[in-house]
């Protein structure tokens, strides 16, 4: 959710940058330089690498990939990152079939994330690409999606925010801001906390 969207729950804060914790919690799963060349491996000698799919083309998305890897890389971790066109990517993604991928997401004035983040949404054209499964955030979309009740709703939504935070099947890097024209002979466009959508 957006910042300033009552959905997004304000206590949620992005979580820190801290290499040295995520160097511990890599070496306390096993991972650790064995032979001085700079690359993390498991205790069979496997270098912790996977394969960083973006839609070529996007220059932020090509920024980004650029960026995790850098910085993944100075933690011992290899990203080999894979621009790949449109098409092909939607292929994969429908079929899950990538190691880590980045996209964007557009928000709006009240999102459901049942389509991206229900379970009953892994299979059958659903947008649950991450194959993330939490019975608890399932019962919260559902409570949200059937609630009239404004101030309620956006009580279940924080849940769900919550509970994302926590499991983390994305992680969520930026809000891009993008400026809007408006011509004159348009009227009535108010400004909301989200900007204008």
């Known amino acids: 959710f957006a910042p300033g969207n009552p959905q997004a729950d304000p206590n949620i804060k992005a979580l820190p940058y801290d290499p040295a914790a995520a160097k511990k919690l890599l070496e306390e799963a096993g991972f650790i330089d ?36 850098d910085n993944l890389a100075k933690g011992g971790v290899q990203a080999e990152i894979k621009g790949t066109d449109w098409p092909t990517l939607v292929e994969r993604l429908t079929k899950s079939q990538f190691d880590a991928v980045t996209l964007g997401w557009s928000s709006s004035v009240e999102s459901d994330l049942f389509q991206i983040f229900h379970s009953s949404q892994i299979a059958d054209g659903g947008d649950n690409r991450t194959r993330h499964i939490n019975p608890e955030l399932d019962r919260y979309i559902e409570l949200a999606r059937g609630t009239v009740n404004r101030e309620q709703r956006m009580k279940y939504w924080n849940r ?38």
Do not use: C, W
């Open 34 to 69: 064995r032979n001085d060349d700079g690359v993390i491996e498991d205790a069979q000698g496997n270098a912790l690498k996977f394969e960083f799919t973006f839609p070529s083309g996007n220059e932020i998305s090509t920024k980004v990939a650029l960026f995790v890897k």
């Open 160 to 197: 769900a925010h919550q509970i994302i935070h926590e499991d983390q099947p994305y992680t969520f890097l930026l809000n891009r801001q993008a400026l809007r024209f408006f011509d004159k002979r348009i009227t009535n466009v108010e400004k909301a906390k989200m900007g204008l959508n």
